[in-house]
Nanobody
Framework: QVQLVESGGGLVQAGGSLRLSCAASGRTFSSYAMGWFRQAPGKEREFVATISDSGRSTYYADSVKGRFTISRDNAKNTVTLQMTSLKPEDTAAYYC?????????????????WGQGTQVTVSS
């Protein structure tokens, strides 16, 4: 069973930046795609970004494209989400997740392991 631990959330003003990190346990990290999702109060969890097992392929939600960058370091078992030009509507709990496939996917059902989440709050 993989364990995922997110860090890096916090309070930031609109237009600012934050960097989220996710540390994964286990030896199979490099065999699976990873993703970031977010959930705002009263809303369903939504896809943010995903990266393939090798890191060569990425895919983003339209709402964050051009502002967020996902990356991974397979030697360190970490995946990172660099967030820039943050908006109040980016406020949510952000979750790191491991997919059950090596290729990029935005489907919630393709992710079987989840972290506990880290809160991001963007003030206007």
């Amino acid at each position: 069973q993989v364990q995922l631990v997110e860090s890096g959330g916090g309070l930031v003003q609109a237009g600012g930046s934050l960097r989220l990190s996710c540390a994964a346990s286990g030896r199979t990290f490099s065999s699976y795609a990873m993703g970031w999702f977010r959930q705002a109060p009263g809303k369903e969890r939504e896809f943010v970004a995903t990266i393939s097992d090798s890191g060569r392929s990425t895919y983003y939600a339209d709402s964050v494209k051009g502002r967020f960058t996902i990356s991974r370091d397979n030697a360190k078992n970490t995946v990172t989400l660099q967030m820039t030009s943050l908006k109040p509507e980016d406020t949510a709990a952000y979750y790191c997740a491991r997919a059950n496939t090596p290729v990029v996917t935005a489907e919630l059902s393709d992710f079987g392991s989840w972290g506990q989440g880290t809160q991001v709050t963007v003030s206007s």
